[in-house]
């Protein structure tokens, strides 16, 4: 059998990943276009971080592709091109945050000044860059394997996702658009659809880090932390028995977080 040399197969990817590379550095220089003329809360500078986070995630996939190419070339991972696409994703969750807010478990009125400057965004692009941020964290993820030492790391991207969406959905006029007639229905049904899948999902991710990994109490109520999240969301769309069983989970969880703070502080149980 034929053995190629470790140059070949570094000439071979090189050939392969050129329109990806070509692709990377146009979204890079985008970027720096961006960046140079964003200043302010404008409403240009809103629009200007939406394109940023979703530059950001095109570059994300096309590093993926780039990693795909080297495991099949070279039978391994890649670690640099991994690196630098969780480097781009970082990016582009923080653009998203900086433009709606991080905040998970907040009425609102906290971050209502920051979505105003979105006033002018179609609930469709929203959920767009939202489903894209989503696909770009599950791109990565997949590719760098469920035991991988990155395992836990995706809890706090998924979390992080799990509050963009939420925090950019238009609350004030979300009853108007979910009126059969508005223009913005169909997306935002969709939209608070997946919401909700992802603040639950987060939650889910939060107890399961802290319960089989970390034993963080900071993880374990940042998984409540969503849960209310989730809460509140439904009391706005009035489905109270929604709400109901919620609250009843977290009374559940916090319950357990107590307990076992309690247990490692070596205080007597009073449940």
């Known amino acids: 059998m034929l053995k190629i040399s470790p140059e070949d197969r570094q000439k071979k990817f090189l050939e392969k990943i050129a329109p990806y590379t070509e692709a990377i550095n146009a979204g890079l220089g985008k970027e720096k276009r961006l960046l140079d003329n964003l200043s302010g809360n404008s409403r240009d500078a809103a629009l200007a971080r939406l394109n940023l986070a979703d ?26 091109l991994l690196g630098e696409a969780r480097r781009a994703l970082h990016k582009g969750i923080v653009y998203i945050e900086n433009l709606v807010s991080p905040l998970v478990d907040v009425p609102f009125s906290d971050y209502e000044d920051k979505i105003a400057m979105l006033s002018g965004v179609s609930g ?18 997949d590719l760098a394997g469920y035991s991988s030492k990155w395992r836990w790391v995706f809890v706090d991207f998924e979390g992080r996702l799990a509050a963009s969406a939420k925090n950019i959905i238009d609350m004030r006029n979300m009853v108007a658009n979910l009126s059969p007639r508005s223009e913005e229905y169909e997306a935002t049904v969709f939209h608070l659809r997946m919401a909700k899948k992802l603040l639950a999902q987060a939650a889910e991710r939060y107890r399961e880090k802290y319960e089989l990994s970390s034993q963080i109490s900071e993880d374990f109520q940042q998984a409540i932390n969503f849960l209310n999240a989730l809460k509140r969301l439904h009391i706005l769309l009035n489905e109270r028995s929604d709400a109901e069983e919620i609250k009843k989970t977290v009374e559940a969880w916090s319950n357990k977080l107590k307990e076992d703070i309690r247990r490692k502080r070596g205080s007597p149980s009073v449940l």
């Open 55 to 80: 530059e950001m995630f095109n570059i994300v996939s096309h590093y993926v592709l780039e990693c795909r190419v080297f495991q099949r070339i070279c039978k391994k991972h890649n670690e640099d």
């Open 124 to 141: 469709e692009r929203r959920y767009l860059v939202i489903r894209k941020m989503g696909l770009a964290i599950d791109l990565l993820k």
